[in-house]
C-alpha cells in the first residue's frame, strides 16, 4: 500500500534552515502530484508547496515564496522541502501527502489529495 514518511523535522531559531524529507513507496513514483502541508496548533491546515512530479513543476503558497524550495529525486522515491530563512509563523506540523492519479498539476487543494504521512514536527524560536 502506499506509504509516505516524513523525516528533517526539528527545532531550529528563527532564520534557520531545515530539510523535510517525505520517501514514498508502494506505488510507482511518477506523474503525480504531491504537496507538503502544515498545521499549527489551533489553526486549520493548509498547503506550502507542491510539485507534479512528472515535469517537475512547483506552486508555492505565498507565505513561503522565495524562503521554501520543493524538489524531487525520482531515484529515490523521495520528496524534499528545503526551509530557509525561517520564522516563528512556520512553527507547526509538516504532513507530505500524494493526490489522487488524475491531478495532472502541482496543487494545494486538499480535497485532491489522498494519501497523507503521519508528520514531522518544526519548531522555529524567535
Known amino acids: 500500500q502506499v506509504q509516505l514518511v516524513e523525516s528533517g523535522g526539528g527545532s531550529v531559531q528563527a532564520g534557520g534552515s531545515l530539510r523535510l524529507s517525505c520517501a514514498a513507496s508502494g506505488y510507482t513514483y511518477s506523474s503525480y502530484c504531491m504537496g507538503w502541508f502544515r498545521q499549527a496548533p489551533g489553526k486549520e491546515r493548509e498547503g506550502v508547496a507542491a510539485i507534479y512530479t512528472g515535469g517537475g513543476s512547483t506552486y508555492y503558497a505565498d507565505s513561503v515564496k522565495g524562503r521554501f524550495t520543493i524538489s524531487q529525486d525520482n531515484a529515490k522515491n523521495t520528496l524534499y522541502l528545503q526551509m530557509n530563512s525561517l520564522k516563528p509563523e512556520d512553527t507547526a506540523m509538516y504532513y507530505c501527502?500524494?493526490?489522487?492519479?488524475?491531478?495532472?498539476?502541482?496543487?494545494?487543494?486538499?480535497?485532491?489529495?489522498?494519501?497523507w504521512g503521519q508528520g514531522t514536527q518544526v519548531t522555529v524560536s524567535s
Open positions: 501527502a500524494r493526490a489522487m492519479g488524475w491531478v495532472p498539476r502541482p496543487s494545494l487543494l486538499q480535497y485532491e489529495y489522498n494519501y
